[in-house]
Structure formats: structure tokens, C-alpha cells
């Protein structure tokens, strides 16, 4: 698939580099330049520097070969005009977009665009870390509901970091417990001997 990343920070860097590796041709535009330095240093993949809903930077991401694009920048606005670029003028019927606030998620929805909520991602793993009630949860992105879990690391990966780890087909790593800690799988995170691991996976 040819895929355009809107937005270059921690998300929009992680998605685009485990893309690549699976072997999607990846394109990722940002207004910051700098903001590339968050990439593998093995990532190929297009960089644009520009405003993601100007036309003209899209074209240059390729927009009229790509199959999907994710809106990933910090700003709700732009990745809410961003996806309506794409969707209702470009044509790509594959949209998901980031949104910062969950208040804001059913407008989103009126817009007909898929939505993933970290916030309400994060609430819904770290309850279930926290009250100890369960090592699982549950949550609802876009139409497919993610079940999480909590194991504890494979004391073979003690050093390594997320990129290392390759993710499977039906899950992924959301988060890294270290000394009853949490913190997002970005790329360049070390799991540590006595880490736990908050485990996502697609469950319909």
C-alpha cells in the first residue's frame, strides 16, 4: 500500500517507520523539517515539508496514488481538515484520524472519518493497570475494538528497544511498566528486566 503520514511527532515518526518496515511505501509530511529527525535512520521513505491540507504539499506526498493517509498532527483542527482533504476532494476512502480530545471524537464521527483517541486509549489501559482489578481492557477505535493485556517482558528483550521488537500481525506493544511506571511504546523506549508490557491486540 502507499500510505501518507500526516504529521511528524512521536505517533506520526512510530507509524511511519513500523509501515516501512512491513513494506508499505510511506510518505510523511510536516511543516517541520526537524521534525524528520524522529525517523530510523533506515526509514526511505518520501518527506514533505509543508502544511499537510495545503493541495499542493499532498501532491508532492503523492495523494493520487495513495490508498490511505492517518492525520497525526497535535493540532484536532488540522487533522480534522486534513482528512476531509483527502476523503471528500482526494478521493481516499481510507481515513483515520488522531484527535487529542475525546470531546471532540463524535464530531469527527459526523464528518464520517475514523478516529483514534489516545487519551481514551491510555485511560482505558492504565485503569485496568491501576485497580489491579484485571490485566485486561477493553476499548472502541473507529469501528474495531482493541482488547489490551499485561505480561511481563521476556527476559531476553532486558535492553532493547521497541523498534527492535517486531510487532505481529494481531498485536502490538502499547506501553512499557517500569517500576510501576507507564509510558507510550515509542520507538527508541528500552525495556527493562523487570518491565511489563501493556500488549494491544485487534479482537473483531
Not at 64 to 80: F, G, P, R
Not at 100 to 105: H, K, L, Y
Not at 134 to 160: Q, W, Y
Amino acid at each position: 500500500m502507499y500510505i501518507i503520514i500526516a504529521g511528524c511527532g512521536t505517533v506520526g515518526s512510530g507509524l511511519a517507520c513500523r509501515l516501512y518496515r512491513e513494506g508499505h511505501d510511506v510518505a510523511v509530511i510536516d511543516s517541520d523539517e526537524a521534525s524528520f529527525k524522529g525517523l530510523d535512520d533506515d526509514f526511505e521513505g518520501l518527506r514533505v515539508v509543508g502544511v499537510p491540507v495545503d493541495q499542493d504539499i499532498l501532491k508532492k506526498a503523492g495523494i493520487d496514488q495513495a490508498d490511505a493517509l492517518a492525520a497525526v498532527t497535535q493540532d484536532d483542527n488540522m487533522n480534522i481538515m486534513v482528512s476531509q482533504v483527502a476523503k471528500d476532494i482526494c478521493g481516499i476512502s481510507r481515513v483515520v484520524a488522531r484527535i487529542s480530545d475525546p470531546a471532540r471524537e463524535d464530531i469527527f464521527h459526523q464528518f464520517g472519518l475514523d478516529t483514534i483517541c489516545p487519551t481514551n486509549l491510555s485511560v482505558e489501559a492504565m485503569a485496568a493497570i491501576l485497580t489491579g482489578k484485571s490485566a485486561a481492557a477493553a476499548c472502541t477505535i473507529g469501528s474495531n475494538t482493541f482488547s489490551f493485556r499485561i505480561e511481563d517482558a521476556d527476559p531476553t528483550l532486558a535492553g532493547s528497544q521497541i523498534m527492535d521488537i517486531r510487532p505481529q500481525d494481531d498485536w502490538f506493544i502499547f506501553g512499557i511498566i517500569t517500576g510501576g511506571r507507564f509510558t507510550f511504546a515509542h520507538p527508541y523506549a528500552v525495556v527493562d528486566k523487570d518491565s511489563k508490557l501493556v500488549i494491544a491486540s485487534i479482537m473483531d
